[in-house]
């Protein structure tokens, strides 16, 4: 059984900065892709970005162009959030995902193992 487990997140001005993990165990984590998924409250679960198995393939979300980087550890089974310019818009509970299948888009259906979440607070 895989998990995944979220760290990172917090209380931060707009414009700072903050960086999540996500470590998982239990499974073959160097062939999956992964993804980061946020929910707002009172909104649906919505695509942030996503990365290959090799790391060789990123995408995001319009609203996090430019701002969000996403980047993974294969070594340390770790993939990571590192988000830049924060904006109050950017609160939210953001989640880990993982594909066995190594997809790497924006469908959260296609995704077979998730984290808990972990709280982003931005303050405007």
């Known amino acids: 059984q895989v998990q995944l487990v979220e760290s990172g997140g917090g209380l931060v001005q707009a414009g700072g900065s903050l960086r999540l993990s996500c470590a998982a165990s239990?499974?073959?984590?160097?062939?999956?892709?992964m993804g980061w998924f946020r929910q707002a409250p009172g909104k649906e679960r919505n695509f942030v970005a996503a990365?290959?198995?090799?790391?060789?393939?990123?995408s995001y979300a319009d609203p996090v162009k430019g701002r969000f980087t996403i980047s993974r550890d294969n070594a340390k089974n770790t993939v990571y959030l590192q988000m830049n310019s924060l904006k109050a818009e950017d609160t939210a509970v953001y989640y880990c995902?993982?594909?066995?299948?190594?997809?790497?888009?924006?469908?959260?259906?296609?995704?077979?193992?998730w984290g808990q979440g972990t709280q982003v607070t931005v303050s405007s």
């Open positions: 995902a993982a594909s066995r299948a190594g997809y790497s888009g924006t469908a959260s259906r296609y995704y077979n193992y």
């Open positions: 239990g499974g073959t984590f160097a062939r999956y892709g």
């Open positions: 990365i290959g198995w090799s790391g060789g393939s990123t």
